[in-house]
């Protein structure tokens, strides 16, 4: 297996259901994100893994819950969810983190469908 | 606050060429641009770094105004598998750095 690779790539769960999204990436990368995609929106940037240590939450909601084991898998474990928290989610990851001091290109996986009933 | 992307949606028809614009109300360090086609992932086309450098992928190029803080996406001579949206990340000169995607444009290249 080459690249970002995610799974499941559909999930249709309850709000009252606890399920976990997950990410390898095979290109030896230090930093991993999560995105989410919306309709018409932005890709919104969730969270920031750079070796394997979370350097960015943009104010997510804890019912959302990342995991970096180590720095070729990242989980986003969801929990108690929202209907409005329905869309993809992407998961990507770059040689380094993009900062001040770097930036370069990232490499996205095909994402999780997600639908909240 | 993330760049600004015009058109949201363009329609050409093969061999037509086509502009996007990317502009930010902040100074840039770099501009990416990616296209997603549908139900699949974002895949890279390029970087250009403040410096007002133009850079090419296959007949696809950009520019960076670095003073207007603002790129431009040129499709030339389009093809069918042009179709796709296409996003700009964009990089804030600041001691943060922040990347942040635009909405994206939808492009359709029609026979």
């Known amino acids: 297996e080459t690249g970002v690779t995610q799974t499941p790539r559909h999930l249709v769960m309850g709000m009252t259901n606890k399920k976990s999204l997950k990410c390898e990436q095979h290109?030896?990368?230090?930093?991993m994100y999560w995105y989410k995609q919306s309709a018409k929106k932005p890709l919104e940037l969730m969270f920031v893994?750079?070796?394997?240590?979370?350097?960015e939450n943009n104010s997510v909601p804890s019912r959302f819950s990342p995991e970096c084991p180590n720095s070729s898998h990242l989980f986003l474990h969801l929990h108690t969810l929202q209907p409005e928290d329905s869309a993809l989610y992407l998961c990507a990851s770059s040689q380094e983190r993009i900062n001040v001091l770097n930036t370069g290109e990232l490499f996205f996986g095909e994402g999780s469908r997600l639908t909240v009933l | 606050q993330q760049p600004v992307q015009s058109p949201q949606a363009v329609i050409l028809r093969e061999g037509e060429d086509a502009v996007i614009n990317c502009s930010s109300s902040?100074?840039?360090?770099?501009v990416h641009w990616y296209r997603q086609k549908h139900g699949e992932a974002p895949v890279f086309l390029m970087i250009?770094?403040?410096?007002?450098e133009q850079k090419g992928h296959e007949k696809i190029s950009a520019s960076f105004n670095e003073k207007k803080q603002q790129s431009s996406l040129y499709l030339t001579a389009s093809q069918l598998s042009y179709s796709g949206t296409y996003f700009c990340?964009?990089?804030?000169?600041?001691?943060?750095?922040?990347?942040?995607f635009g909405a994206g444009t939808q492009v359709v290249v029609t026979p």
């Open positions: 990340g964009t990089q804030v000169a600041d001691s943060w750095g922040k990347f942040q």
């Open positions: 250009l770094l403040k410096g007002g």
């Open positions: 902040k100074a840039l360090y770099s």
């Open positions: 893994y750079s070796l394997e240590e979370r350097v």
């Open positions: 290109l030896g990368h230090n930093a």
